[in-house]
Every structure is written in C-alpha cells, then in structure tokens.
C-alpha cells in the first residue's frame, strides 16, 4: 500500500512549495511483520519542477513503524480506557 497526499502550500527560496506526507506499507516476510515507511518533503509548485522534492529541516524526518504493534498498542488502550469505569468494581 502505497499513500501520498498534498498538505498544504509554503514559500520558500525555490519559489512556492507544496508539502507532502507518504506512507508505503510493506511485508516484511523475516521478520513476519507489517512495517510502514514514512516520510515528508517539500515539492516546487510550479509544473515544469513538478518532480523535485526538497527537504526542510523542519519537516519530520523519515521514520519506519511497525504497524501491528501500533495497531495492537492501540487497541490495548481502548480497552484500559472501557475497563475505567469498572476498575472500582470487583
């Protein structure tokens, strides 16, 4: 799975910018585990530029996340957060 979208539009040297965040989702089969790659960056405006990315330095820099152990993570909240109002309970 492969996402990418346009956030927003700055100023910069080069002229106007368009920031972007993407996500790539991969397999990864040794370690048997669902990994996503993300990143941000920085793409001229203007068409015939379309193509450049640039960077900034206060852009996030690229990370990769394993997406089940967020998932489960997640879910392990969910459930502290329904158990709440019970706690007191026996």
């Not at 910069?12 to 965040?21: D, K, L, Q, S």
């Not at 990370?63 to 993570?73: G, M, N, S």
Request: net charge negative; proline share 6%; charged share 25%.
């Amino acid at each position: 799975m492969d996402s990418s979208g346009v956030l927003g539009k700055v100023e910069m040297p080069e002229g106007a910018c368009e920031v972007c965040a993407s996500a790539k989702a991969n397999y990864d089969e040794e370690h048997s585990r669902l990994v996503v790659d993300l990143a941000s960056f920085l793409r001229t405006a203007d068409l015939p530029n379309k193509e450049r990315q640039l960077s900034a330095p206060w852009l996030p820099h690229q990370e990769t996340v394993d997406l089940a152990r967020d998932i489960f993570h997640s879910w392990v909240r969910k459930v502290r957060q329904a158990m709440l109002p019970r706690s007191g309970q026996s």
